[in-house]
Structures are given as structure tokens and as C-alpha cells.
């Protein structure tokens, strides 16, 4: 009964993408909770952690292509939330951008 069993690791930073990815998710919903301030905190990091996401599951999935380690759905799941992040980011930004003239018009209507 001597079988060479290789084993194959999972690549690390897939797990970092995964890792980023799930606390991407917990910050952003924390932010939403009516918690006061929590946005001004949760917010930000979710971007900086969905950006962290990003970054290392498209280094991981190139990494696991050449080197055959095991974690290419970690690094997908990782990759697909820190993109969605970014791109809500940027349709919150766009918003707020096209805005922000209507809520300065009814704040100034509102005071007077």
C-alpha cells in the first residue's frame, strides 16, 4: 500500500481574492445597516478591499493557468465581486455626480 499521493495547493493568492471578496460583501452591508456613520467607514474599504479582490484574483487565475494549482473558482468568485464592486462604485459616483446640482437647489429652496 505505497501510493504516491500528490497533492496539489490551492494558490494564495486566490484565497486572499476569496478572503477580500466575502469581507467586500460584509463591509458594504454593514454600511447600508442604519447604523450612524457606517457608511463613511464601510464604504471606502469595501472599494479598497473589492479593488484587493480584483487585483488578486486576476494575478491568481493567471498564476494558476501556468503553474496548475487548484483555486481557479476562489479566484473567479474573488475577481466577479471585486469587479461588480468597482462598477457599482462607479454608478454611485455617476449618480451622486449628476446629482448633486438638484440637492444643492433644494437645500438652498429648503433654507429660505
Do not use: D
Amino acid at each position: 500500500m505505497n501510493e504516491n499521493i500528490s497533492t496539489v495547493a490551492t494558490n494564495t493568492n486566490a484565497i486572499i481574492s476569496l478572503s477580500s471578496a466575502i469581507l467586500t460583501v460584509i463591509s458594504f452591508c454593514i454600511g447600508v445597516a442604519p447604523i450612524p456613520f457606517t457608511g463613511f467607514v464601510c464604504y471606502p474599504a469595501s472599494a479598497m478591499l473589492g479593488i484587493v479582490a480584483l487585483a488578486t484574483g486576476m494575478v491568481s487565475l493567471r498564476q494558476i493557468r501556468t503553474s496548475g494549482e487548484k483555486g481557479r473558482t476562489l479566484a473567479l468568485f474573488g475577481s466577479w465581486v471585486g469587479g461588480l464592486t468597482m462598477l457599482a462604485g462607479l454608478c454611485t459616483l455617476t449618480a451622486g455626480a449628476l446629482l448633486l446640482p438638484e440637492v444643492a437647489h433644494f437645500i438652498q429652496q429648503s433654507i429660505k
